[in-house]
């Protein structure tokens, strides 16, 4: 019996690895980030022989959070953001043939995924090496760090952060490289922009974060921009060249 117990708790464990592995891994229809709204149209299947009149009824509803919103034959339904719960939302959409009078003839329901995603919060290291000469082998690295908003969900499975980064030289943009990137491809979300540049001057260096998604549809506006006051400043200094000597 014993051994029976401790078998049946065994495969209970597994079930729920298993459980937890594939709900990490879960990926989705669409993902909506800041103000962008999310536009959806019915359609019947290709292999069915019915098709929506313009009066038939169109029920969609948010099962995550009882949103229901209605429309006629194939118009467009906009979801704004405020109808999405933070995370996951499963909406339903149904038809119900006009024709069918009291009969109210309404379709099973087709489901979408739609996965709120959270505002980020974005922080920028100081230069490991501030300050350097011009004539020395450089490499001094500034480190961004992106996370969700405290208190948010994690990002699932399939999202990942661009990082655009703005560098002057002197007061100037500067659109050539300086550098190379390393960039993480899972949480911490980091991306270490290592400076190797030997042309003296002063560089600040600011960077925002966007959203990108492997698979589904991103429909997002959002982008988190580094507060003036975290831009970061590495300079380099000009080194004299080695003086002549003038016998006088």
């Known amino acids: 019996m014993r051994t029976t117990i401790i078998y049946l708790k065994f495969i209970a464990l597994v079930l729920l690895v298993a459980f937890q592995k594939d709900a990490f891994s879960q990926t989705y229809t669409v993902y909506q980030a800041g103000t962008t709204q999310i536009v959806l149209t019915p359609s019947m299947p290709s292999a069915s022989t019915y098709v929506i009149q313009p009066t038939d ?128 491809a899972v949480a911490p979300w980091t991306d270490v922009f290592t400076v190797t540049t030997t042309n003296y001057g002063i560089y600040t260096f600011s960077v925002k974060a966007a959203y990108a998604v492997s698979s589904g549809t991103l429909k997002s506006d959002y982008e988190k921009s580094l507060a003036v006051g975290d831009i970061k400043t590495i300079k380099v200094y000009q080194t004299p060249s080695a003086p002549t000597i003038a016998v006088q």
């Open 57 to 184: 009824a169109v029920e969609w509803k948010n099962t995550t959070n009882a949103t229901i919103k209605n429309t006629l034959g194939t118009a467009n339904v906009t979801i704004v953001p405020a109808e999405l719960d933070a995370g996951l939302n499963t909406w339903e959409v149904k038809v119900k043939s006009a024709a069918s009078g009291a009969e109210a003839c309404w379709s099973d329901p087709t489901t979408i995924t739609i996965y709120k995603l959270p505002t980020l919060d974005i922080t920028l290291s100081a230069a490991t090496d501030p300050e350097y000469c011009d004539n020395i082998t450089a490499s001094s690295a500034l480190t961004v760090t992106v996370a969700p908003t405290a208190g948010s969900l994690a990002l699932p499975a399939g999202v990942t952060i661009n990082y655009t980064w703005a560098v002057t030289k002197d007061g100037s943009p500067l659109a050539t490289s300086i550098g190379s990137h390393v960039v993480s």
